[in-house]
């Protein structure tokens, strides 16, 4: 077959895409508001200035839980028979993920024709002076032309990063606010303390609007109060939501966190409902039954990329061992924890549920289609966990990784080897026509990263000592395939050579279960959803 493929429109759309990132990092000083009030030209030339300002506007701001408040939120109010728009950042896999119509990707015609209708726009009437918009900028107004020509009855947007410089923060008069929970991220852009990172998130407050946050350490709720109060803005507390208003069924987002996630969306949609004149469908009082559609809105939730477990569909596990992903975009200290609480349970149910025959879901809320065949006794397997990580290098892994490998050590998880790659998605280049094999890659990054994990499996004396007692039995490990191999980890200079690796192990080791946690990254998680999902 020939090597290369015939570009699209829709990689022509992407590779014009491409051409507005104009940062290489987003740690450029020059972020810092960036010419903010360019953004007014630019909706001027768009002409949307109208359209954004009778919007039905969402806006949510914070560190994590953002993303799954929105969701929350959007399933919500489209379970209550509204039209609705939903824009969140990053994407995984393909852009398109970015605008979701009525709970789905925008398609790919209705992309082009916005896109192309856009860019082409501001192309002719950019100058010097107004130069194009950078690539957040630009995806944020194509949200809002998008939400506009498709008549939506709301729009949910998730601020991009921070809040009062974002691109979102465009909008005047939203509805009501949210401000999920807050933590330390993205602190050369916000600021190093807690309290400059919330003043940065509360920039999305507008007079008068309310707005709803969730518990938060007292030095940001201060920040915030004292935010709210300069605006007129009635600030309140969403509390978590009660689990059992679920009527004994799970929110469609895995993990104990996601109850505050849902607690925040709940006031939000009741905030809204009553402020467009919507009585009928309420949930202000928090009191007595949570509406149905509420129920199903949280229930049916999904987000990629969050809590998510996908079976490789490369291994038949009936003849050659299992390989299991387990993929979340967990990148800050909290977060971490979250997730190895959430792995140390999904694999202990999945373990479970194998040996009793039942095959674990794909959390994506998707259908997962399984070979056939029966379960006896050859399918009881022992498990090994593996770790598959990056992270940008504005992070500290000295507070990620242990945070990670500690958590789970406490609930008797412990990983047989850390593989470190460079992310695919090369961060100035967008689509899926991204060649997959880099060409030479600086791994010096992913070497620092496996020195800290090289000490803290130093420090951790014992720790693989603990794991050999479950009766799982070494990994036949032939990792030529790697830059560099040490005792409890390998580097791979690209992320494809790091899955056929894993493939082969599989291969070699057939009575054991992979089970590989894939984080530290979004992108990270897109790149193996991409490759896996082919």
């Not at 919507?278 to 509420?294: A, K, M, R, S, V």
């Amino acid at each position: 077959m020939a090597e290369r493929e015939t570009v699209t429109p829709y990689d022509e759309a992407m590779d014009a895409l491409s051409s507005l990132i104009t940062k290489r990092t987003r740690a450029d000083k020059s972020n810092n508001g960036d010419r903010f009030e360019l953004l007014g030209d630019y909706v001027k030339i768009l002409e949307l200035d109208e359209a954004i300002s009778q919007m039905k506007i969402i806006h949510v701001a914070g560190t994590k839980g953002k993303g799954s408040t929105c969701t929350f939120a959007e399933s919500i109010l489209r379970n209550c028979g509204f039209r609705t728009g939903l824009f969140t950042s990053p994407h995984l896999i393909d852009v398109r993920e970015r605008f979701r119509l009525d709970g789905v990707d925008i398609c790919e015609e209705k992309f082009l024709a916005y896109f192309w209708w856009c860019y082409d726009r501001l192309k002719e009437k950019t100058t010097e002076d107004v130069p194009m918009p950078s690539y957040f900028r630009f995806l944020a107004l194509l949200a809002f032309k998008i939400f506009s020509a498709e008549q939506v009855d709301v729009a949910i947007l998730e601020v991009g990063l921070g809040g009062r410089f974002d691109a979102t923060n465009v909008v005047q008069k939203p509805v009501v606010c949210g401000i999920s929970s807050l933590g330390y991220d993205h602190m050369e852009i916000l600021g190093y303390t807690l309290g400059e990172i919330a003043g940065e998130k509360a920039g999305i407050f507008k007079y008068g609007v309310p707005a709803f946050t969730v518990p938060q350490p007292d030095e940001a709720m201060r920040v915030l109060e004292e935010n709210a109060s300069k605006l007129d803005v009635p600030l309140r507390m969403a509390p978590p939501l009660d689990a059992s208003l679920l009527n004994g069924l799970k929110l469609g987002l895995e993990g104990e966190h996601q109850y505050s996630n849902a607690g925040l969306a709940i006031a939000l949609c009741s905030t809204w409902l009553q402020r467009t004149g919507h009585l009928e469908i309420n949930y202000l009082d928090q009191t007595g039954p949570l509406p149905e559609q509420f129920i199903k809105g949280l229930t049916m939730a999904n987000l990629q990329g969050r809590a998510q477990i996908v079976p490789d569909p490369y291994i038949n596990s009936e003849t050659s061992g299992d390989l299991v992903f387990y993929l979340d975009g967990a990148h800050s200290p909290e977060s971490m924890e979250v997730c190895a609480r959430w792995f140390s349970l999904a694999i202990g149910e999945d373990n479970q549920q194998k040996t009793l025959g039942f095959q674990p879901p794909d959390s994506s809320g998707s259908a997962v289609e399984f070979l056939p065949g029966h379960h006896d006794g050859r399918s009881i397997k022992n498990s090994a966990q593996i770790l598959l990580f990056n992270c940008m290098s504005v992070r500290d892994p000295q507070l990620l990784l242990p945070r990670l490998m500690k958590t789970c050590a406490s609930r008797g998880v412990y990983f047989k080897k850390a593989l470190f790659v460079p992310n695919v998605s090369l961060y100035f280049k967008v689509g899926s026509h991204v060649s997959l094999t880099g060409a030479q890659v600086d791994l010096s990054w992913q070497f620092a990263l496996q020195r800290v994990w090289e000490n803290l499996m130093q420090g951790d004396k014992g720790g693989e000592a603990k794991n050999t007692d479950a009766g799982s039995e070494d990994v036949k490990d032939d990792t030529e395939l790697s830059a560099r191999s040490c005792e409890n980890s390998a580097v791979f200079s690209s992320l494809p050579l790091a899955i056929k690796w894993l493939r082969e192990s599989v291969q070699q080791n057939q009575s054991l279960r992979f089970q590989v946690l894939v984080t530290g990254s979004l992108h990270l998680v897109g790149d193996v959803l991409r490759i896996v999902k082919k």
